[in-house]
């Protein structure tokens, strides 16, 4: 296998393509870096986590827009609550209105009622006021 789980020392000698490109300590280090157990930060690993974390967010978006959707519906259902007492209050302020129009109409018509009395009894009093003076009249005339 080309990958163990204790690195060993490799020496330069093994590969002599490498000893003309670099030189013995960095060829170490090369071969350390690639025998170095995989990380949790590493592979597969890494590309699980950035799965895991694209699920992750995902997952807070969903609920986020749960959330969201819930206050509007809550808030839907309130502008609701709010129009139907609206409606409720006009409902009866026009109910209180059509009644007192009905009162004033009636007392309107009770007052016009009234003042066609007492202008029938005006023209009578003044016509009876207008024979009393004739007979004034004719007494004084006949004295």
């Not at 690993?45 to 827009?65: A, F, I, P, W, Y």
Request: hydrophobic residues 35%; proline residues 3%.
């Amino acid at each position: 296998m080309f990958f163990h789980e204790e690195a060993q020392p490799v020496h330069s000698s093994c590969f002599p393509l490498l000893e003309t490109m670099f030189t013995p300590t960095e060829i170490e280090e090369l071969f350390s870096l690639v025998n170095k157990p995989l990380s949790p930060e590493s592979g597969s690993q890494e590309s699980n986590r950035v799965v895991r974390s694209t699920h992750e967010r995902k997952l807070r978006r969903m609920q986020s827009n749960r959330e969201s959707a819930r206050r509007s519906r809550w808030r839907k259902k309130r502008h609701l609550e709010n129009l139907t007492n609206q409606a409720n209050r006009l409902r009866m302020e026009n109910r209180e209105l059509k009644n007192r129009l009905c009162l004033t109409m009636h007392q309107n018509l009770l007052v016009s009622l009234e003042n066609e009395r007492l202008r029938s009894e005006s023209v009578t009093l003044m016509a009876t006021l207008s024979n009393l003076y004739q007979i004034l009249a004719t007494m004084i005339s006949q004295q």
